[in-house]
T-cell receptor
Framework: NAGVTQTPKFRVLKTGQSMTLLCAQDMNHEYMYWYRQDPGMGLRLIHY???????AKGEVPDGYNVSRLKKQNFLLGLESAAPSQTSVYFC?????????????FGPGTRLTVL | AQKVTQAQTEISVVEKEDVTLDCVYE???????LFWYKQPPSGELVFLIRRNSFDEQNEISGRYSWNFQKSTSSFNFTITASQVVDSAVYFCALSSYTGNQFYFGTGTSLTVIP
């Protein structure tokens, strides 16, 4: 039981490049989330999903896209990376339908955009 | 609006001292959940506790204790006899039963000096 895993752990991009971050969970959770963590700002929600095939915008969705084609996977895409997207990205999942149960986090992906 | 405030940005204590981390929240919901997470220097987010709005009973888990007071909208976290391994950033979070989002505070960085 690996919990929540994220791929890759580190990545350096040049401005304008694209990439996809993969989040996988093996807990059969319905809800999945993508956050970014910046110094002094805590965690901010980018997008979330309440089930396979569904996605919704969070607090800071601009510049990102997501997909949830399989229940266990939640992908975060950057189509044209910008230096402002340099951050640590965390994926999380939770269980109850209300989405208010405990969120379990992956180890994070540190992204640098030059 | 949902909001979590952690006014203490950084705290330093000497090992074996007790320390309290403050968390004040704002919500108009009658049903909500409060959480504490720990982020050690390794970067992962570790779930510590979840409390629902109808349960104001304080909780103790080893050296950790939590004081939930609806009257002051606070959910404070106390570490007794602190240890160097307690050095981390601690986040308080709020989840509304009507939504699917977590609202994180900006975190309190705790340093325990040996």
């Amino acid at each position: 039981n690996a919990g929540v895993t994220q791929t890759p752990k580190f990545r350096v991009l040049k401005t304008g490049q694209s990439m996809t971050l993969l989040c996988a969970q093996d807990m059969n959770h319905e809800y999945m989330y993508w956050y970014r963590q910046d110094p002094g700002m805590g965690l901010r929600l980018i997008h979330y999903s309440v089930g396979e095939g569904t996605t919704a915008k969070g607090e800071v969705p601009d510049g990102y896209n997501v997909s949830r084609l399989k229940k266990q996977n939640f992908l975060l895409g950057l189509e044209s990376a910008a230096p402002s997207q340099t951050s640590v990205y965390f994926c999380a999942s939770s269980d109850l339908a209300s989405g208010t149960d405990t969120q379990y986090f992956g180890p994070g992906t540190r992204l640098t955009v030059l | 609006a949902q909001k979590v405030t952690q006014a203490q940005t950084e705290i330093s204590v000497v090992e074996k001292e007790d320390v309290t981390l403050d968390c004040v929240y704002e919500t108009r919901d009658t049903t909500y959940y409060l959480f504490w997470y720990k982020q050690p220097p390794s970067g992962e987010l570790v779930f510590l506790i979840r409390r629902n709005s109808f349960d104001e009973q304080n909780e103790i888990s080893g050296r950790y204790s939590w004081n939930f007071q609806k009257s002051t909208s606070s959910f404070n976290f106390t570490i007794t006899a602190s240890q160097v391994v307690d050095s981390a950033v601690y986040f308080c979070a709020l989840s509304s039963y009507t939504g699917n989002q977590f609202y994180f505070g900006t975190g309190t960085s705790l340093t325990v000096i040996p």
